[in-house]
């Protein structure tokens, strides 16, 4: 697969010369090359020279003439349009990219190209028809992938896109072009499906459970808290809403009300591992190591992994007087990194406290062992070894 690297000009994704097609096209001494007369392929290889540096006039002009030598090799029409639709020349690139098509109309990149072309003279169906021939003939290419969902965001049409660039993301999946786009695609999915919700039944709990998630995001907890149980309300025994209410309440510092509702979500959803771990934790911030440590640990049995379960359960082994299992989750845990990271600097503090707290008393403990075991040694010294008898 010819890999098209892509850059972004004026808010927009565009294709920069992909100089991996010249693996092809330097291809002298080859079949297709045997075509072209002699003087045609010398042309062809300075400009194929001058696009690599970048030199387009030079390009641009070689391979205009290596077209005219030789009007059947597509390559050097190919070529020319990429130089072409760099310039800014739209319609000469389209032009020469049409002419490539017709002498070989599976060139590799020769559609995605012209669908670019069209793209930027904002003739979007046209662009979609070519790009589409590209992702037909070549089902893994990722720019096209992505460029299919590009034309069809500018088509408002993001559902579609959204699809496009999920494809291109699973061939691709640390291209940074391509993760923006599919993320506008889904955020334009999200919007519209919400608005959709609005306009369809305004007084949904469902409704309320977005509004109250919108705050949340934005910390404004107590107008989430109202939200939630605005569809609380409604929907009074729907999993998770008491669970994301007690988070809220939580976020708040009301202690007593968030240990509630986490409650009430055991009583609906029996098996929500949020609810049972928020309870653990609560257990532990109140001094409660027994009870925390049985909560945390029956969640993490369900979910393995959940965010600073090392830290929580390190604080509960503290609490129980465990303070080498302690030790050990606390290290683990990283944590000054990963609170530092979340801003969370003066549980950072607390929890680096505790740590050194237990490597200062182990440091203690053996210091006091080592000298139990002098005052020993002293006040036990060891006798000479009794004479050898004689054989």
Same mark, same amino acid.
């Not at 999915?189 to 919700?197: G, R, T």
């Not at 934005?218 to 609380?232: F, L």
């Not at 929907?235 to 708040?252: D, F, K, W």
């Not at 190591?289 to 600073?308: F, N, T, Y």
């Given at each position: ?20 097609? %010249?693996?092809? /096209? ?35 002009? @070689? ?18 349009? /990429?130089?072409? +639709? ?14 490539? %098509? ?6 590799? @990149? ?10 930027? !003279?904002?003739?979007?169906? =046209? ?39 999920? &494809?291109? *993301? ?8 391509? /993760?923006?786009?599919?993320?506008? *695609? $889904?955020?334009?999915?999200?919007? #519209? ?22 705050? *949340? ?15 609380? &309300? ?5 999993? @998770? ?6 988070? +809220? ?7 007593? +009300?968030?240990?509630?509702?986490? !409650? ?6 029996? $098996?929500?591992?949020?609810? &049972?771990?928020?309870?653990?934790? %609560?257990?532990? +911030?109140?001094?409660?190591?027994? &009870? ?8 993490? =049995? ?5 965010? $600073? ?10 609490? %129980?007087?465990? #303070? ?18 979340? $801003? ?8 680096? *406290? ?23 040694? #002293? ?13």
């Amino acid at each position: 697969m010819v890999n098209i690297p892509l850059t972004k000009r004026s808010g927009n994704p565009d294709a920069k010369f992909a100089f991996a097609f %010249l693996a092809i /096209l330097l291809c002298l001494g080859e079949p297709l090359c045997a075509q072209m007369a002699e003087d045609a392929s010398e042309i062809f290889r300075q400009a194929s020279e001058a696009m690599q540096r970048g030199n387009l006039n030079v390009a641009g002009d @070689g391979f205009a003439a290596a077209a005219k030598a030789a009007p059947a090799f597509a390559e050097a029409h190919f070529n020319l349009g /990429l130089v072409r +639709e760099e310039q800014g020349r739209f319609d000469e690139a389209i032009a020469s990219f049409q002419k490539a %098509l017709a002498l070989k109309p599976r060139l590799h @990149g020769a559609n995605l190209f012209l669908g670019i072309a069209y793209f930027r !003279l904002n003739q979007l169906d =046209k662009s979609l028809a070519a790009i589409q021939k590209e992702t037909a003939s070549f089902p893994k290419d990722a720019p096209a992938w992505m460029w299919f969902g590009v034309v069809r965001l500018a088509q408002d049409r993001p559902e579609e896109a959204a699809n496009a660039l999920d &494809k291109a *993301a699973k061939l691709a999946p640390d291209d940074m072009d391509v /993760l923006y786009h599919r993320g506008r *695609a $889904h955020l334009l999915v999200s919007k #519209n499906s919400y608005a959709k919700m609005f306009k369809t039944d305004p007084k949904s709990w469902r409704v309320h459970q977005v509004l109250a998630q919108a705050n *949340a995001e934005a910390d404004r907890h107590t107008d989430a808290v109202a939200e939630y149980q605005a569809a609380i &309300k409604l929907a009074p025994t729907q999993p @998770g809403l008491h669970e994301e209410l007690g988070s +809220e309440y939580r976020s708040l510092g009301k202690v007593r +009300e968030a240990e509630e509702s986490f !409650l009430r979500e055991l009583e609906i959803a029996p $098996h929500n591992v949020l609810a &049972k771990y928020e309870l653990g934790v %609560l257990a532990v +911030e109140q001094g409660d190591g027994a &009870k925390g440590k049985v909560l945390i640990e029956s969640a993490l =049995k369900e979910k393995p992994g959940l965010l $600073h379960s090392d830290y929580n359960l390190g604080r509960a082994e503290m609490l %129980l007087g465990n #303070n080498a299992a302690a030790a050990q989750l606390l290290g683990r845990a990283t944590l000054g990194i990963v609170y530092r990271r979340l $801003h969370r600097m003066e549980e950072a503090q607390k929890a680096m *406290a505790a740590f050194q707290k237990l490597k200062d008393e182990a440091a203690e403990n053996s210091q006091k062992a080592l000298k139990r075991y002098e005052a020993q040694q #002293n006040s036990n010294p060891p006798q000479p070894a009794p004479p050898p008898q004689n054989p």
